[in-house]
């Protein structure tokens, strides 16, 4: 996984916010290393008079996929970096993390198959234990 990162003119950080966005993106990340190619964190100010001027956009490239980009306003560069980083964290966890985790489970298509396969289906009845019959249940 690659990660680029880039600011214009008014922001100051240099290559120490660089190497901090990199490892902690690095970090983060990880998990999804296998499905990112690369990661674009763009770091600018909006030059307005308000004081959430401060703006981060950052565009992970999935393999074979379209690009998902997340955007975040802030008062200081750490914030907006940070807000950005933990949406694209969320938004990269429902996309890739649920595709192979059915609930918490394997889904039905990673199941081993029966032992007895004619035995799929099969209503046994089974005896209480006073002796009489209990409710039937499918094996």
């Known amino acids: 996984m690659q990660i680029q990162v880039n600011t214009d003119h008014n922001i100051h950080g240099g290559e120490g916010l660089a190497t901090y966005v ?8 990880s998990r999804f290393s296998g499905w990112l190619t690369r990661v674009e964190v763009h770091l600018s100010e909006d030059g307005g008079s308000k004081p959430e ?6 565009e992970a490239r999935p393999g074979g996929k379209q690009p998902v980009a997340v955007t ?25 993390s649920r595709a192979h985790d059915h609930k ?36």
Do not use: F, N, W
């Not at 990199?22 to 990340?29: A, H, N, P, Q, R």
């Not at 001027?53 to 950052?58: N, Y």
């Not at 200081?76 to 966890?93: E, F």
């Open 104 to 139: 918490g489970s394997d889904s039905i298509r990673h199941m081993p198959p029966p032992e007895d396969p004619e035995q799929v289906g099969v209503i046994e009845t089974s005896l209480d234990a006073e002796g009489g019959d209990a409710e039937p249940r499918a094996i």
């Open 22 to 29: 990199t490892t902690d993106l690095e970090s983060s990340l």
């Open 53 to 58: 001027d401060k703006k981060c956009v950052i």
């Open 72 to 96: 975040h306003h802030a008062t200081t560069v750490d914030d907006a970096y940070a807000g950005a980083a933990h949406k694209l964290g969320r938004v990269l966890d429902s996309r890739y």
